[in-house]
Structures are given as C-alpha cells and as structure tokens.
Nanobody, 114 residues
C-alpha cells in the first residue's frame, strides 16, 4: 500500500504563494490519479483538484486559475502550486489516491493572513 506525506505548508500573506509536496512511498504514484484536498477546522475534506495518470488536471471552482497540480515521476511526488492565496484558503492540505483512498497522511497546514 502506498503511504503519503504532505509538506510545504506555512504562513503566508494574502496574495502570496506556496508549493505543497505529496511524497509517495511503498508504490509509485505515477500509476494513480491523485487528488489534493483541504480541511478547515470543523469542516469535512474539500476537493481542491486532481491529476490523472496521464497528466490531465481539474480543479474546484474556488481555486481554478490560482492553483496548479503537477507531478514529478522520478521523485514519486505530486505538487500543488498555490498562487494568489486568500485567507479562505487557510486549511490543512492533504493528498490522496483516486478514486479509492488510501490512509490519509498528516497533512500540511496552510495559513493565509489578510
């Protein structure tokens, strides 16, 4: 089973950028479609975007044109580039395989100050 570890979060001002990483171990991520999700305190996981094994991407309307998902097969890592961040993007961010989830990682906290 693949294990996932997210990193790259932090505190950033509104309008800033961050790049999150999702590193896989145990199995290669290139055979999976991968999704990014976020969870704000007291809320459920919210879909952010996904990348197919072919590299096709789709995004939630709330992040479209601001966020970009990519993958580095050699590093077995999927990235989430986040630009023009807004305070409402504040959440813990997680990656997972699609369409069937594996165990969630610890996530990485993103805090956007106004």
């Amino acid at each position: 089973q693949v294990q996932l570890e997210e990193s790259g979060g932090g505190l950033v001002q509104a309008g800033g950028s961050l790049r999150l990483s999702c590193a896989g171990s145990g199995r290669t991520l290139s055979t999976y479609a991968m999704g990014w999700f976020r969870r704000a305190p007291g809320k459920e996981h919210e879909f952010v975007g996904a990348i197919s094994w072919r590299g096709n991407t789709n995004y939630a309307d709330s992040v479209k044109s601001r966020f970009t998902i990519s993958r580095d097969t050699a590093r077995n890592t999927v990235f989430l580039q986040m630009n023009s961040l807004k305070p409402e993007d504040t959440a813990s961010y997680y990656c997972n395989t699609l369409p069937f989830y594996v165990d969630w990682g610890q996530g990485t906290q993103v805090t956007v100050s106004s």
